[in-house]
């Protein structure tokens, strides 16, 4: 095909036409800054009137300053993007080819958007999906995948890679391998300042594939030192938050880890990603925060010694589960498990068997969720007690019944502390292992988890919801204790688990290999399990070394393979006496500080040796000592720690004392050499004092030469999580077919204005009018007498009522979500039909209480009659009201409002209360091979549901179970009842499952119909 046939902006290649492109896009920053500068100054000036006009007390004040203040806020932070975009405003570019609609593009790929015109931005961002090209494809045809418009297949012509500094470029590269090794060596040359500033255009495919991943399931990462972990997980930060924004928000996101100086040093690039306000903390302080106000100042955290032989026992996996049995034996000691009966007539309401039977079946669950369902049976059975036909109960006595059970279990929650809860067990178990050491008032890591758990487990009393998404850094410190503690109080997030188990130096805890941390992170078949071989820190020579102290050991090893980036040999020093070892690393440390290294480590075995080398260098010289408590990092010469020192880089590292006595040759020696050794960028001396250690000095053994974890050695991986995209021919059709019916729809609705006045309508043949079936009372529902069944009617079906459907049915068959939002209305004498962009919903007033609700993918629907307990009234009067996020259908007791933008609806009284909400996220759903319809509601935690039996004096309780509610005849409708005031029935001939089940959601189930089809009935008393 010629050139000449194709349309599309293509871009010049030349240096020339490269810089008058950055000049252009330069011209747009600088624009869009002073358009920015001048909103921050209209939001100070308006901050400083606010400050001036209103008193503190104010409070239509306040909150127009706290409006104001965060406006300006983001200003801010536009303003911060827009500078850099001036400096630097793109790193990348892709030439593309799409042969199919002839058109030839160039993308221009930096850390933001920038665009005159919004539909056609001069530069993208490398977080959209286009992006992907660059960082995971070499030239020639490829694919991308873009969220609700499908797979796109281009030819990939060029893809170049510049050098931009302050407006202006060094260079460029053509390259087959984005960043390629030369590239990178450029980059990583450099300051360890900039490695972290400039890895997002040198992001490689192995890393982008973890970055892009779902967020809605976990993610383990094995990566070697040097391979970017860290920032890969930074950078996965800024990808979510950038295309999964509607379900991830920044101060949902907590970045752990193992000390002050590494967060601060770590999440010092966000800011630079365009990510603000995600929170960060050690895992000692996620503890404490999961302990709320069981925490307080008195008490303070303890630093273990890794060497402890406690840590080892309570940092294990078994630990949690003699945890586990001990706060079972603490809920059998508060739970009474006695018959509970009336006193009057010693009728019994809920016997020892049920009582166990829910503790049983919600056994893992916390203390507070078994409450609340033993309150829920308690009351159900309270219920049917007070309101049988052979037991009648005063007005009084009922009040008195409901005030005295309501709540009843709540009573028994413990006024116990976690911390004497915990000192129970800890005293238990020293009996039989007297190495464990446990401070009260100074807790170590393994004593908060445990602690937390104890709170979660038996002293919750409200659920917090902490955070959405949680990124641990540094995962091999850890022991399986922090992870299943940390499950299971953090149940509702999803995880990004960043580590090297080659790097675990704490010998008594911590994690030598993955397998129990999958088995615990990776429970869904979507979960992943992820390898980062490559190492972009070390040299090839320094990597090298490093790689041969860990074949000294007798474990296996996870493959490392460097970048071919080649500096110095490391030199190993031997000296006689501590002086002259202490003078010779003096030496050293000035003689790289002269070749203008910015960052200069000296590494010492453990703190002791290191405030040792610090008095003598001290007296010489201008050093820091890093304790990790630091928040700052900064240039020039630092003596520290090894346990420290993780997770960090700098230019050049010495490494104190290498001997045999200080590494004796054992595995949690070469982990710790290991970890001191892959400090560095590009210049490692090793120092030593009488023998060099055998890690180093030994020759390597002939088995050990090549050992190596391979990829198929991890377990059966698994299933790679895929969203389901489609080709453009497949959308294309889906829309022709979506518009075809729109055509259709509006046709004969069309987008008209709503119409407030109502006229009456004509009494419907179908209506049986009847006395409603139910009344309110106490503040129970109840059954009004005289509604019976008639007797005489025979029943020639099998009723499904109480059966329970199959655990794979509970699960609604996976597709997308449906788009439900409103696309236009129409309104006549009957009823408001509402056009939404997967079907047709209706709403027809019934009465002053009562509507009947419909939802359909085809209009003219046949509605079977109104059940005969339910009163049609012809002269109910509504009216429809059009807001700016709503549409309200008006009756005199209740309103039905329609949110525009999901389509779910809500059920309100007259007094302004919220019965009933069906889910916004997903408010129902359709499976057309089954002829399945779901439609989500959002029932309350502690709401009373039941359904009717065959006997309309008997009701099935439905809280936290799921079975069939239909009765599988033509006669009896389907009647559910809540505590909260209102009835759902559904007309017979549909069968019709409920599910409160917490995994599944709390949903009605129509089966073998065409439409949804249900009443809400409330009582205007409520």
């Known amino acids: 095909m010629s ?25 747009i920053a600088e624009q869009k800054l002073n358009s920015i500068k001048q909103d921050a100054t209209r939001l100070q000036d308006e901050l400083k009137s606010l400050r001036e006009v209103y008193d503190a007390d104010d409070k239509e ?40 609609n002839e058109r030839r593009e160039s993308f221009y790929i930096g850390k933001t958007v920038i665009a005159k015109d919004p539909s056609s931005p001069e530069v993208i961002d490398w977080r959209a999906p286009i992006s992907s090209v660059y960082y995971d494809h070499s030239l020639g045809s490829c694919e991308y995948k873009v969220p609700k418009e499908g797979i796109f297949r281009v030819d990939l012509k060029r893809k170049r890679t510049y050098e931009i500094e302050d407006g202006t470029i060094k260079d460029y590269y053509d ?70 924004d509607t379900e991830f928000k920044p101060e949902g996101f907590y970045i752990v880890g193992s000390n002050k100086v590494l967060l601060n040093y770590i999440t010092g690039v966000l800011p630079d990603l365009d990510v603000y306000g995600v929170r960060q903390m050690t895992m000692e302080e996620l503890f404490t925060r999961l302990l709320y106000e069981d925490w307080d100042n008195r008490y303070t955290v303890r630093r273990f010694d890794k060497t402890e032989k406690s840590i080892g026992i309570k940092g294990t996996g078994k630990w949690f589960e003699l945890l586990k049995d001990h706060c079972r034996e603490i809920e059998d000691e508060i739970i009474p498990c006695k018959d509970i009966r009336i006193e009057k007539n010693d009728r019994l309401i809920m016997s020892s068997e049920d009582i166990k039977k829910i503790i049983n079946d919600l056994r893992e669950l916390p203390v507070i969720r078994k409450f609340e369902r033993l309150n829920d049976v308690l009351m159900t059975k309270l219920e049917n007690e007070i309101y049988g036909k052979y037991h009648s109960y005063s007005e009084e006595e009922q009040k008195k019944l409901i005030r ?51 709170y979660k487990r038996i002293k919750e009393s409200e659920v917090i919801q902490e955070a959405s998404h949680v990124v641990i850094d540094e995962a091999q410190d850890f022991g399986m204790m922090v992870y299943k503690s940390l499950k299971y109080c953090m149940s509702k997030c999803t995880f990004t688990v960043m580590g090297d188990v080659s790097q675990n130096i704490n010998f008594g805890s911590g994690l030598s290999d993955w397998e129990d941390l999958k088995k615990v992170m990776l429970p869904d078949k979507y979960d992943y399990f992820g390898l980062l071989k490559k190492s972009y820190r070390n040299t090839v020579e320094i990597s090298q070394f490093a790689t041969d102290i860990l074949r000294h050991a007798t474990f296996p090893i996870y493959p490392v393979e460097p970048i071919v980036r080649h500096g110095d040999k490391v030199e190993c020093r031997g000296y006689e006496s501590k002086e002259s070892l202490s003078e010779a690393v003096l030496k050293q440390a000035l003689r790289m500080k002269d070749k203008e290294y910015e960052t200069i480590a000296v590494i010492c075995k453990d703190v002791y040796e290191a405030k040792e080398v610090l008095e003598y260098l001290d007296d010489h010289t201008d050093v820091k000592y890093f304790s990790g408590e630091d928040i700052e990092f900064s240039s020039g010469i630092y003596v520290i720690p090894i346990e420290y020192s993780k997770g960090l880089e700098f230019d050049a590292v010495i490494i104190y004392d290498a001997s045999d006595e200080a590494y004796p040759k054992q595995d949690g020696y070469a982990k710790l050499l290991y ?51 489609k080709t453009k021919e497949e959308i ?23 119409e407030v006045k109502v006229k009456k309508p004509q009494a419907k043949e179908s209506v049986v009018k009847n006395k409603a079936a139910v009344s309110v009372k106490a503040g129970i529902i109840k059954p009004v007498p005289g509604m019976i069944k008639d007797e005489t009617t025979k029943r020639v079906k099998e009723s499904e009522f109480g059966a329970a459907p199959e655990s794979t049915s509970l699960k609604p068959i996976g597709h997308g979500k449906i788009n439900n939002g409103i696309r236009w209305i129409n309104k006549d004498e009957t009823k408001l039909e509402i056009v939404t962009g997967y079907g047709i919903l209706s709403i027809i007033p019934v009465s002053d209480e009562t509507v009947r609700i419909t939802f359909s993918k085809e209009d003219n629907i046949k509605l079977k009659p109104l059940p005969k307990e339910v009163k049609y009234d012809p002269q109910v009067k509504w009216l429809c009201a059009d807001m700016r996020d709503s549409v309200e259908v008006r009756l005199n007791k209740l309103t039905v409002k329609i949110d525009k933008r999901s389509g779910a609806l809500s059920f309100v009284t007259k007094k302004g209360t919220v019965l009933l909400s069906e889910n916004a996220g ?24 039941s359904a009717r039996s065959k006997d309309p004096q008997s009701w099935m309780d439905l809280c936290g179970v799921a079975g069939y509610i239909s009765h599988g005849n033509d006669e009896d ?7 909260n005031g209102y009835q759902i029935l559904v007309v017979p001939g549909i069968k019709v499952m409920s599910c409160t089940v917490m995994p599944y959601g709390n949903y009605l189930r129509f089966e073998n119909t065409q439409y949804i089809d249900y009443i809400f009935r409330s009582f205007g008393s409520i």
Request: glycine share 6%; proline share 3%.
């Open 3 to 27: 050139e000449k046939m194709f349309t599309g902006t293509f871009y010049g290649t030349t240096r020339e036409d490269e810089e008058k492109k950055l000049n252009m896009v330069k011209e």
């Open 61 to 100: 004040g306040l909150a127009q300053w706290f409006n104001t203040d965060a406006r300006f806020k983001e200003v801010r932070n536009d303003m911060r993007r827009a500078e850099r975009a001036g400096k630097k405003p793109f790193f990348g570019r892709v030439d593309i080819e799409d042969p199919d």
């Open 175 to 244: 390259s087959d391998v984005v960043a390629n090794d030369d590239l990178l060596t450029k980059y990583l040359s450099k300051s360890k300042r900039n490695v972290l500033s400039e890895i997002i255009a040198t992001i490689q495919q192995e890393q982008n594939e973890i970055i892009r991943k779902n967020p809605r399931h976990n993610v383990l990462v094995q990566g070697s030192a040097g391979s970017g972990k860290t920032t890969v997980a930074m950078h996965r930060i800024s990808y979510i938050l950038y295309n999964y």
């Open 404 to 454: 005295k059970y309501k709540n009843y279990f709540d009573r028994f929650y413990l006024k116990d502390s976690v911390f004497e809860l915990y000192e129970r067990f800890v005293t238990r178990q020293k009996e039989t292992d007297h190495d464990i050491i446990y401070e009260k008032d100074s807790p170590d890591l393994y004593d908060l988890a445990s602690l937390a758990y104890i």
């Open 675 to 725: 970890v001191a050794a892959t400090r560095a960028l590009h210049e490692l001396s090793v120092f030593y004092m009488g023998t060099l250690t055998g890690l180093i000095a030994d020759p390597i053994p002939e088995d050990r030469k090549n050992i190596t974890f391979e990829d198929d050695d991890f377990h059966i991986k698994p299933v790679e999580f895929e969203e389901e995209f």
């Open 732 to 754: 294309a059709r889906e829309q022709a077919n979506e518009g075809n019916s729109d055509r259709a729809l509006r046709e004969k609705y069309g987008p008209r204005t709503i």
């Open 922 to 945: 997903t408010s129902r759903q359709y499976h057309e091979v089954g002829k399945v319809w779901w439609d989500y509601f959002d029932w309350g935690k502690k709401e009373k549901l």
């Open 973 to 979: 409708p389907v009647l559910l009842m809540s505590g």
